[in-house]
């Protein structure tokens, strides 16, 4: 049962226009029978859709028993982001279709939630939108919200109405926008020729509703802009229909695009990228995030080409280097010649990305520097990180049983270091003189001072163990002699030891980097100075390492450059400005 009381300033709205703002993935039609069959009251009696209401009446809206449910569930994977027993979020692909509709009862998002969620749902939508809450198209991806029981659907239904429910969209359309920030704010209702479109109406129309979009440039190229919408409200084909009434529709669109529509898009060019919602019954806000989808990123790509990296000589290449040892120099500083190196490596068309051990906050001001716009591997591989939005778009934890070796490790080797890196950063459980030093020469990396039962909660992506040079091998004698399994242990340096999740690896996340960003890795060149860095080194199509690197690294190595300490990077670089056509 809903119950609403009517605001003054909801007052003179029609009963099913009202209604329909607490209902929003009911039609108008649906809610007028509802109202017709008497399931809805003004003050206890039953009213008549028409009824102009007044502030202070209550509405009531009891919900016809759910009919028994005759969709079959299917074992579909469903990308889940956030779960909990009152909802969930997923990330739905391109080309599914959110609820069944006649000639489609099948392969549907609703499907695949019958089966995960088996009879936890919500059933104000009846038997065919069970726990949908609001609906994104078929070939949209993004983020959709899924309530499991009537009263989180009921709360969240209330926020969409009370717009305190974010959701932010991102989209490529046609054309120029010229204005960074604007906002377009047009009623939308039913086309009035085809009915399977929506279209702009004048404002108060029959059968229309107030809309609103918010939108900002993120990024301008040769015939089209790529933007962040933000929905104040939520109408059926809404960024569509009114980024079309500008004269920007977006791209790939059949519907509302031009004629000669982009079929490399499989639809249009829009995805709900992250929402924010405060919990129902937690009262806990919650935001969430998705990557773009490859569709979207791989035009990305073709457009920043396009842009002017096309007929550059590096266009097409990518180079990956590690931090420490390789691009910094001892004391962890870049040298201006660095720097520069990798501006002209950018201007003439190379990408450039860093693969390192660091983890986000500490990797973040080499990446400033350096004004990194790729993804980037962190955590020696058991993270791919977007520092153009501070997306995660691939993340590998320990496994769970590992939470269990910091109080042995402490208990048999009182004076270690001990940091538990997560994706909020470093988390420092035990300082020793050894960590301080290492510290001292990152002044401007920040960390936590934390208790171990604050992190444990968290996924673990690494574990790392400072102590006397000295002293290590007995340290690590200790911990291979614990035979744990899933993880693979390494130093970072001769004071440093790091336990990471077995099937991390600076390799495999380039790999990944790789697939988000659209280069082969025939096109990539990797430069590293550390064990960890020979797995890329040896994947990529050319392979560096400074003279000052290790043995192994050296010797997976197609080029051996000056050492980090006499700007190796910019030698590399040289190298390649003066061999364009090294792959």
Known sequence: MLQITVTPEQAGHRLDQFLSEFLPDKTRSA????????????????????????????????????????????????????????????????????????????????????????????????????????RIDKD?????????????????AEQIHEHSFDRIYEAVVYGNVKADTGTVRAWIGRHPQDRKKMAIHADNAPGARDAVTHYEVIARYPGFTHIRCRLETGRTHQIRVHMASI???????????????????????????????????????????????????????????????????????????????????NDKTLSARSIDAVRR??????AFTIATGRSVPAAMPVLNALDVDMPVVLYNGAMVYDPTDSSILW?????????????KLLAAFPGVALEVLTADGINVITMN??????????????????????????????????????????????????????????????????????????????????????????????MGDYYNDVGMIRAAGFGAAPESACDEARAAADLITASNEKDAVAELIDYIIAHPHIL
């Not at 779960?83 to 069944?100: A, F, Q, Y």
């Not at 590096?314 to 590690?322: E, F, K, N, P, W």
């Not at 993340?395 to 109080?407: D, M, N, R, S, V």
């Open 140 to 156: 949209t991806s993004g983020l959709l919200i899924v309530a499991k029981n009537d009263r989180a659907h009921q709360g969240l």
């Open 345 to 350: 490596f950018r201007a003439l068309g190379g």
């Open 31 to 134: 809610i007028q029978k509802m109202i017709e069959d008497g399931l809805v009251t003004a003050d206890g009696k039953k009213a008549a859709k028409n009824l102009k209401l007044k502030a202070g009446v209550t509405v009531t809206v009891e919900e016809p028993e759910p009919e028994e449910l005759e969709l079959q569930p299917e074992d579909i994977p469903l990308p889940v982001v956030y779960e909990d027993d009152d909802l969930l979020v997923v990330n739905k692909p391109k080309g599914m279709v959110v609820h069944p509709a006649p000639g489609n009862y099948s392969g549907t998002m609703v499907n695949a939630l019958l089966f995960h969620c088996k009879d936890s749902l919500s059933g104000i939508n009846g038997v065919i939108r069970p726990g949908i809450v609001h």
């Open 395 to 407: 993340e590998i934890g320990l496994p769970e049983q590992t939470k269990a070796l910091p109080e």
């Open 433 to 526: 003189k050894t960590l301080e030093e290492h510290f001292a020469k990152l002044p401007d990396v920040a960390y936590l001072r934390r208790q171990l039962s604050d992190v444990i909660h968290q996924n673990w992506t690494k574990i790392v163990m400072a102590y006397p040079t000295e002293q290590m091998p007995e340290l690590i004698g200790w911990l291979e002699s614990l035979g744990l399994e899933g993880v693979m242990m390494t130093h970072s340096d001769h004071y440093l030891f790091e336990i990471l999740p077995a099937s991390a690896g600076k390799e495999r996340a380039l790999r990944r980097l790789c697939d988000f960003a659209g280069f082969p890795m025939n096109k990539v060149i990797a």
């Open 247 to 329: 004269g920007h529709p977006v791209a790939g669109d059949p519907v509302y695009g031009p004629k000669k529509v982009l079929t490399q898009l499989n639809g249009q060019c829009l995805h709900a990228r992250s929402i924010a919602f405060t919990h129902p019954v937690t009262g806990k806000r919650i935001s969430c995030d998705s990557v773009l989808p490859p569709e979207f990123r791989t035009f990305l790509r073709k457009l920043r080409s396009e842009a002017g990296g096309s007929a550059k000589p590096l266009s097409g290449l990518l180079l990956a280097v590690d931090c420490d040892g390789t691009i910094l120099r």
